[in-house]
């Protein structure tokens, strides 16, 4: 694939999509471009929020949606330049300005005019004028985001843009030459790369860590100025975290007490005090002068550890006014060099792990490689879906474990082979990782968590699937049922939101809200007034699409709920905010309503229930068995030799495990039972601990 392939694929995908939700080619457009942002990590979240108008001396005004980082206090504003048609287009710098002024004329107007008392409560833009006035002391950046279906023009290099409200302010063009550039890198994200001379002459002194090369990396230690620290945050913001770090500090306090007492108390201390920070990069480049070796430039420069130090520099200068001159952090440097994304991804995710272990940070938190999603892909690559819409062959729902999984497949396909694919693996049953938590956190009937945006409700999903994993005997919940009723989840997921968009109430917001809070509250009902049921997931799986019955209810509580969370005696003014608190969930728990008995043809009793999940646990245990029987019989009996005379020359294993492996050392000849595979795994993990290489 290619980027005129690329652009075609994501253009006809957005008008399918508004013709499907009838919200519009350019509102599909946006969410669309946001959602690739959104998986490359550029965006953390994303609100559609449609306002155009035109405030005083006649200046225009209009924004298409925003996204608002609590970490590091950056608001990104967005708004659409987009054209349906087929035709060339170059973006010129003059147009590229009006663009970014409708946007920063919005911005000044929703703080500085009566806009507030002008916009309709029912609308998301109301929300986003309240945001914009509640965050107004603390937000630190502006950043503007252009997102068009033409060309930028060569002439357009940097677009300067203004303070807004005497706050920093960027602007930036995204068109999808540059959106393929991203998601069909190696990577299949934003990457970073720094010029350190630009904050500092020489750059920033470091040191080679003699003896430490590896094949996979180099590592440095360096001396960053804490003045240089904070600079670097104040421009790229939180996108300098590595994405699990991020995810887990923005659920914390981001702002360590300790660490900014020592910043205005004691400064000249800070280095002796403070841990420092480790990092890593794909690519550095070093120079040497007469003072010695300095880090002048790093791409895809990422902290794995440090992200409260670095953000407390930022924020202590900003809101105190510190002084950060005589501050300096120590910083690891790990510079990888692995090619394939797959390891280079891995071992930044071990790092992260083993440098975080000060912070309780969780195996939930590097979730990306936990084998709760490994095995989730393995699934979507096995099982067939039913053919259904006239189609003449079954289908499979593509599980995407690793970002950007799906594009980067089609990226090394012939167009013969991406046909195929394709067929196969159709664009509309692509589910990712906050898909999969989006579903599944709705039907434990936490809606509010899932509208409290897909970075949260992600690393929320993450920690109880990994205690859940931990607790159940190696994930025996997690077996071919789990995947299979979460597909129905999905199904009834998708179909909710096409059918909100075509609901005569509906007003063109609010729409995630509304279906993870329809369907959160249907299961709550069929759990209440049904006892001993539930809704028959695996029969929509089987079906490939939502029962009759179930998809009237669903069209019948949808006007329910929205009136409920649009309720003008609502606990929060602004709809977005009252979404994400329990206090909402509640209110709509208290709505009014009987089922009708014709979903009752829909639902399973517990005790059928109850026997499709024992025999789903016992075909896990069993594909368990096998895949650890696998990864036994893979292990040659020299390998196994050599780790029984490891062992047992460090007395580290008991009895039963010396038995086990000695019927290892006897493969093909004796096979280990079940139980023994299981010691046998757990032996080499201790072993290689201890420092042991098969």
């Not at 298409?64 to 206090?73: L, S, T």
């Not at 806009?115 to 945001?131: A, G, I, K, T």
């Not at 960053?224 to 923005?250: H, Q, T």
């Not at 206090?583 to 109850?610: M, P």
């Amino acid at each position: 694939m290619d980027a005129q392939e690329f652009q075609k694929d994501f253009i006809e995908g957005v008008k399918a999509e508004a013709a499907a939700t009838g919200e519009g080619s350019s509102a599909s457009f946006v969410s669309a471009f946001a959602q690739y942002l959104q998986e490359a990590e550029f965006l953390m979240d994303f609100t559609a929020a449609y306002f155009e108008g035109t405030g005083k001396r006649n200046r225009k005004m209009r924004v298409d949606g925003y996204a608002y980082d609590e970490f590091d206090k950056t608001m990104s504003m967005i708004i659409a330049d987009y054209d349906a048609s087929e035709n060339e287009r170059v973006l010129a710098r003059t147009q590229a300005g009006q663009l970014q002024e409708r946007l920063s004329t919005f911005v000044d107007h929703a703080l500085n005019s009566t806009l507030h008392r002008e916009v309709e409560m029912s609308r998301p833009c109301s929300d986003l004028v309240d945001l914009l006035r509640g965050k107004r002391r603390e937000i630190r950046k502006y950043q503007l985001l252009i997102f068009t279906t033409a060309s930028i023009s060569t002439t357009i290099t940097v677009l300067e843009s203004a303070d807004i409200d005497g706050v920093p302010s960027e602007c930036q063009i995204w068109d999808i030459n540059r959106l393929f550039k991203v998601c069909g890198s190696d990577t299949g994200r934003h990457i970073i790369e720094i010029d350190f001379k630009a904050y500092s002459k020489h750059g920033i002194p470091c040191m080679e860590a003699s003896g430490t090369d590896t094949k996979d990396f180099k590592s440095y230690l360096c001396i960053i100025p804490g003045a240089l620290l904070a600079d670097i945050y104040d421009k790229y913001g939180s996108g300098l975290l590595e994405g699990n770090i991020r995810s887990f500090l923005s659920t914390k306090v981001a702002v360590n007490k300790k660490i900014r007492a020592t910043i205005l108390q004691c400064p000249e201390r800070f280095f002796a005090y403070n841990n420092g920070i480790s990092a890593a990069a794909m690519d550095i480049k070093i120079e040497s002068t007469s003072q010695g070796q300095f880090l002048v430039s790093a791409k895809d420069f990422q902290i794995i550890n440090g992200g409260q130090t670095t953000a407390s520099l930022s924020n202590a200068r900003f809101r105190d006014k510190a002084n950060l001159s005589i501050i300096y952090v120590q910083m690891k440097l790990t510079v990888i060099e692995s090619t394939l994304e797959e390891e280079a991804t891995e071992l930044v995710q071990n790092i992260s792990r083993s440098s975080n272990s000060q912070n309780k940070v969780s195996d939930a938190d590097f979730f990306s490689t936990h084998p709760f999603h490994v095995r989730m892909e393995r699934f979507s690559q096995r099982l067939y879906a039913r053919a259904v819409g006239g189609l003449q062959h079954e289908t499979k729902w593509f599980y995407e474990r690793a970002r950007g999984q799906y594009l980067q497949k089609q990226m090394r396909m012939t167009a013969g082979e991406k046909k195929k694919f394709l067929l196969q693996n159709p664009k509309n049953q692509l589910i990712t990782k906050t898909d999969l938590a989006k579903v599944r956190n709705t039907w434990k009937g936490l809606p509010h968590t899932v509208s409290r945006g897909a970075q949260t409700n992600f690393a929320e999903f993450a920690k109880t699937t990994s205690d859940e994993w931990e607790s159940s005997d190696d994930g025996l919940v997690f077996n071919e049922k789990y995947y299979q009723e979460s597909v129905a989840l999905v199904l009834i997921f998708r179909y909710c939101e096409i059918m909100v968009t075509h609901q005569p109430w509906y007003s063109q917001g609010y729409r995630a809200n509304i279906v993870t809070y329809t369907i959160a509250f249907l299961h709550m009902l069929i759990q209440k007034q049904f006892p001993g049921k539930d809704l028959d997931l695996m029969n929509i799986w089987t079906r490939q699409n939502v029962p009759d019955a179930v998809a009237k209810v669903l069209t019948e509580l949808s006007e329910l709920v929205y009136d409920k969370l649009t309720d003008p005696k609502r606990g929060v003014e602004n709809v977005t905010q009252w979404c994400k608190q329990e206090g909402c969930w509640k209110s709509v728990q208290s709505i009014e309503c009987r089922l009708s008995s014709d979903i009752e043809a829909c639902l399973i009793g517990q005790d059928e229930l109850k026997v499709a999940e024992r025999e789903a646990k016992y075909g896990q245990r069993i594909d368990s068995e096998t895949e650890i029987m696998s990864k036994i019989i893979d292990i040659s009996q020299v390998q196994w030799q050599n780790a029984l005379n490891f062992a047992t020359g460090k007395r580290m294993i008991t009895p039963d495990e010396h038995t086990a492996m000695r019927i290892a050392c006897q493969i093909p000849q004796k096979m280990p039972t079940p139980v023994q595979c299981k010691k046998l795994i757990a032996v080499l993990e201790r072993l290689e601990e201890e420092g042991f290489k098969l």
